[in-house]
C-alpha cells in the first residue's frame, strides 16, 4: 500500500481497503486478565463480545457489541443508543480505539486456535539467533 501524509489519501485507502485487510480497523484493547490468558495486547472485535466504552457521551457503559460495521470502522454496542427523531432507539456507532473488550464470544472454537502462544518466539523458530 502506499504510505502518503495527504489526509485524502489516507481516507481512500481506509474505504477501499480490501476485505481481508479490514479487520484490522476493528482491532480493540483486551483487559489486562484477558491480555495474560491470551497473550496479546488487542484483538479484532466480533458481534457478541462485552465491551466497556472508555471515551465519548457513553463512557462507562458496558454491553455486548450488536453489530459490526466494517466499511465504516465502527461498533454498535448493546446500551450506547438515542432517541431519534421519530422517537425510535436506534444504536450509536462508536469507535473500536473507544472500546476495552472484558469478554471475549466463546462460540467460535478457531478463534482461539489462531490466537499465537505467548512464549513462542518467532526468531527461534526459523534458526535465526
Known amino acids: 500500500m502506499e504510505n502518503s501524509s495527504k489526509p ?12 481481508h485487510l479490514s479487520k ?20 479484532s472485535v466480533r458481534r457478541g463480545d462485552r465491551v466497556v466504552i472508555l471515551k465519548g457521551d457513553f463512557k462507562g457503559v458496558e454491553g455486548e457489541v450488536m453489530r459490526v460495521d466494517r466499511k465504516g470502522g465502527r461498533l454498535f454496542i448493546e446500551g450506547a443508543s438515542r432517541e431519534n427523531a421519530r422517537g425510535e432507539r436506534v444504536l450509536v456507532p462508536i469507535s473500536p480505539s473507544n472500546v476495552i473488550v472484558v469478554k471475549l464470544h466463546e462460540d467460535d472454537k478457531m478463534r482461539f486456535k489462531t490466537e499465537r502462544k505467548a512464549d513462542e ?7 535465526v539467533s
Open 8 to 19: 485524502a489519501v489516507q481516507r481512500k485507502m481506509w474505504y477501499n481497503m480490501p476485505k
Open 24 to 43: 484490522r480497523k476493528l482491532m480493540a484493547h483486551l483487559t489486562s486478565e484477558l491480555r495474560s490468558r491470551y497473550g496479546r495486547r488487542s484483538v
Open 121 to 127: 518466539k518467532p526468531s527461534q523458530e526459523r534458526g
